[in-house]
C-alpha cells in the first residue's frame, strides 16, 4: 500500500510539470537557449534565456498575479504585476511553447514596463518563489507604462517563446 502511495506521489510530480527546451540560431550566429518550466501545482512559470551576459531568468507567479525578471547584464531583478488581459495564462504558456515559431505570424505582443529607482527593501513580501530568484540581488519595482514609445532608449527586451515581448526600461546597474 505505501508503494502504491509512493508511486502516485511520483506520477503526480511528474504531471505537474511541463519542460520545454528551445535553441534559437541568432541572425548573429549566437546561439540563444530558452528553458521554459510550468508548475501547475502552484501556477509558477520559469522562464530562463541564456544568452551569454544578455541572459535574464524570469519566474511568472500566476497565483499572486506578480512576474520577476533577473536580468544578468543589469546585475538586478525587476518585479511588476502580470497583466492579465494579454499575458497567456499557464496552458496558453504551455501550448504555445511547445508549437514551432511560424515566420508569418504577426509580431507578438509588447508590453513596456519602467522601473522605479527606489530598491525594494523586502523581496520576501513577493512570495517565495521571486524571493529566490531575486535575493542578494538589487530589485527593484515596475510599472506597465500605456505610452511605450516615450521609451525607446535604455530598454532591455525580452520574449517570452515569441508570444510576448517584454521591454523593461529604466533598470539601475546593480549595486
Same mark, same amino acid.
Given at each position: 500500500?505505501?508503494?502504491?502511495?509512493?508511486? @502516485? @506521489?511520483?506520477? &503526480?510530480?511528474?504531471?505537474? $510539470?511541463?519542460?520545454?527546451?528551445?535553441?534559437?540560431?541568432?541572425?548573429?550566429? $549566437?546561439?540563444?537557449?530558452?528553458?521554459?518550466? %510550468?508548475d501547475n501545482h502552484d501556477n509558477i512559470a520559469n522562464v530562463n534565456q541564456f544568452n551569454g551576459w544578455h541572459s535574464w531568468n524570469s519566474i511568472w507567479d500566476y497565483?499572486?498575479?506578480?512576474?520577476? @525578471?533577473?536580468?544578468? $547584464?543589469?546585475?538586478?531583478?525587476?518585479?511588476?504585476?502580470?497583466?492579465?488581459? !494579454?499575458?497567456?495564462?499557464?496552458?496558453?504558456?504551455?501550448?504555445?511553447?511547445?508549437?514551432? *515559431?511560424?515566420?508569418?505570424? *504577426?509580431?507578438?505582443?509588447?508590453?513596456?514596463?519602467?522601473?522605479?529607482?527606489?530598491?525594494?527593501k523586502n523581496v520576501a513580501q513577493f512570495g517565495p518563489h521571486i524571493e529566490a530568484l531575486c535575493k542578494g540581488v538589487p530589485t527593484f519595482f515596475a510599472q506597465e507604462?500605456?505610452?511605450?514609445?516615450?521609451?525607446?532608449?535604455?530598454?532591455?527586451?525580452?520574449?517570452? %517563446?515569441?508570444?510576448?515581448?517584454?521591454?523593461?526600461? &529604466? !533598470?539601475?546597474?546593480?549595486?
Open positions: 500500500m505505501k508503494a502504491l502511495i509512493l508511486l @502516485a @506521489a511520483l506520477l &503526480g510530480v511528474t504531471f505537474a $510539470s511541463d519542460t520545454v527546451d528551445i535553441n534559437n540560431q541568432g541572425n548573429t550566429g $549566437s546561439n540563444v537557449h530558452q528553458t521554459v518550466n %510550468i497565483n499572486r498575479g506578480l512576474f520577476a @525578471a533577473r536580468l544578468m $547584464s543589469k546585475r538586478a531583478c525587476v518585479v511588476s504585476r502580470i497583466n492579465r488581459n !494579454v499575458v497567456p495564462s499557464l496552458e496558453q504558456l504551455s501550448k504555445a511553447s511547445q508549437e514551432k *515559431p511560424n515566420p508569418n505570424a *504577426p509580431p507578438p505582443r509588447t508590453l513596456t514596463y519602467t522601473v522605479s529607482q527606489t530598491r525594494v507604462v500605456q505610452e511605450p514609445s516615450l521609451y525607446s532608449s535604455g530598454c532591455n527586451t525580452s520574449g517570452i %517563446i515569441n508570444i510576448l515581448g517584454i521591454t523593461i526600461c &529604466g !533598470v539601475p546597474t546593480g549595486c
